[in-house]
């Protein structure tokens, strides 16, 4: 029977830069086991959204506190623990689809995207007797595969190797900022999967999350935007706001 077993613990693009894809869906057989999501890349999103919508500019300026008495760093609030677990599971046959979708957004890890398969997949037959805590849910990270870590990449290819797999799972704590109108972008290279509810961060540059928000790093990814879930090309829309609350979870270890 499956089992788990506890383990320690985002307007103007920069130039030369442009939205691509970063990875397209694998046309090789692997890719019906592992269902891969395309990736969309938004460079600097929002770095001069300011500039594009010039008649609101006045209203952020007037709101902003002045020069001489900043806003202090908001504190970040933590919302849940992170969590480390070992996974077997087993598929009647290598062909079978293991019940995922899957991204490659961060380097060293995959990102279960979302659960896709039905009652009879590797992923909900595990689910169905797991411990409490340790079922396998969107949002989590497989961080190696039989024991073995590697690239996102090569994490994917292994996973079709064998009827049976050993996955480590990571789910990352979350964490809730609240950021003030600055008069500054918020600094963020930002890339997504074209069906994803997340946006993962892929660099902090100079801007209000840096000011305001350090605690927030590259990999971490933005869930929320001021309590609202919503697909990955409405939270980079909502992150145009003043006054914003993000949720983020953290970057798997």
């Not at 689809?97 to 995207?113: K, R, T």
């Amino acid at each position: 029977s499956p089992r788990a077993r506890a383990r320690p613990a985002l307007g103007r693009r920069r130039p030369g830069r442009r939205a691509a894809a970063m990875f397209s869906c694998c046309c090789t057989e692997e890719s019906e086991q592992v269902e891969i999501v395309p990736t969309t890349t938004v460079w600097n999103e929002l770095a001069t959204a300011e500039q594009r919508e010039p008649e609101v500019e006045p209203k952020v300026v007037e709101e902003q506190p002045s020069p001489e008495a900043p806003v202090p760093p908001p504190k970040a609030e933590e919302c849940t623990a992170q969590q480390a677990f070992d996974v077997v599971l087993r598929r009647p046959a290598t062909t079978a689809a293991f019940g995922w979708a899957l991204d490659l957004l961060s380097p060293s890890a995959l990102c279960i995207e979302s659960l896709t398969g039905g009652d009879s997949s590797a992923v909900s037959t595990y689910n169905a007797s797991a411990p409490a805590g340790m079922d396998i849910r969107a949002g989590d990270f497989i961080t190696s595969v039989n024991g073995a870590a590697a690239s996102a990449k090569d994490l994917a290819a292994m996973l079709v190797k064998g009827a049976e797999v050993t996955v480590a799972i990571y789910r990352p704590s979350t964490y809730v900022v609240a950021l003030k109108p600055g008069g500054k972008p918020l600094g963020l290279d930002l890339n997504h999967s074209t069906k994803g509810t997340a946006v993962n961060i892929v660099s902090i540059g100079d801007g209000m999350i840096k000011q305001q928000a350090p605690e927030v790093k590259s990999g971490h990814r933005i869930l929320r935007v001021n309590g609202n879930s919503m697909p990955a090309v409405e939270i980079i829309e909502a992150l145009r706001g003043p006054d914003l609350q993000i949720e983020l979870s953290t970057a798997p270890m």
